[in-house]
């Protein structure tokens, strides 16, 4: 059974990158596309982006110009980076499997934005 | 980007009622649409994709429907462990999209 757990700084200052990866475990990353989504403290779920295994990208508009997802296949990891980040970038963080539907999520990982 | 509009934001139920849940979409998403239950400090759990196809493990009593701009997801007789937040998604125009979720409390 796959499973997904997040890593990275749970702390962040503003104006900084926000790095995060995602780990899959029970099987390979080499199949499917692989997402990170967000949820703010208390609201919704934003779509960040995803990242097919042979590195195809889409990002969700509202954040293209400072987000950027990789693979490393040789790992079974997929990563995060968000530049620039404001209190606003302030979420939960979760990676997950596909999209249409997710059908895998990690836990999720929370990453507060503070100097 | 594809706005969906759940109602409502929070439902009051007793345990054994029925509990139906809308989704309404600013266009037409076809059927690719997606629920999904979120307990507290926990991941979303994928219920229905497809707007009507259950996901594995989710018990009969969970039923969704609908396609276009309306959705529907009803639970037949509400059981404890179903009081939770639920949204819907749709996959069928990027960016995806979630709705904002309806609550759905014990009464």
């Known amino acids: 059974q796959v499973q997904l757990r997040e890593s990275g700084p749970g702390l962040v200052k503003p104006s900084e990158t926000l790095s995060l990866t995602c780990t899959v475990s029970?099987?390979?990353?080499?199949?499917?596309?692989w997402s990170w989504i967000r949820q703010p403290p208390g609201k919704g779920l934003e779509w960040i982006g995803y990242?097919?295994?042979?590195?195809?990208?889409n990002y969700n508009p509202s954040l293209q110009s400072r987000v950027t997802i990789s693979v490393d296949k040789s790992k079974n990891q997929f990563s995060l980076k968000l530049n620039s980040v404001t209190a606003a970038d302030m979420a939960v963080y979760y990676c997950?499997?596909?999209?249409?539907?997710?059908?895998?999520w990690g836990q999720g990982t929370t990453v507060t934005v503070s100097s | 980007e594809i706005v969906l509009t759940q109602s409502p934001a929070t439902l009051s139920v007793s345990p054994g009622e029925r509990a139906t849940l809308s989704c309404r979409a600013s266009?037409?998403?076809?059927?690719?649409l997606a629920w999904y239950q979120q307990k507290p400090g926990q991941a979303p759990r994928l219920l229905f994709y497809?707007?009507?196809t259950r996901a594995t493990g989710i018990p009969a009593r969970f039923s969704g429907s609908g396609s276009g701009t309306e959705f529907t997801l009803t639970i037949s007789s509400l059981q404890s462990e179903d009081f939770a937040v639920y949204y819907c998604?749709?996959?069928?125009?990027?960016?995806?999209?979630f709705g904002q979720g309806t609550k759905v409390e014990i009464k």
């Open positions: 997950a499997r596909r999209g249409a539907p997710v059908d895998v």
């Open positions: 029970g099987g390979s990353i080499s199949s499917f596309f």
């Open positions: 990242i097919y295994y042979n590195g195809n990208t």
């Open positions: 266009q037409s998403v076809s059927s690719n």
């Open positions: 497809g707007a009507s």
């Open positions: 998604q749709q996959n069928n125009i990027w960016p995806w999209t």
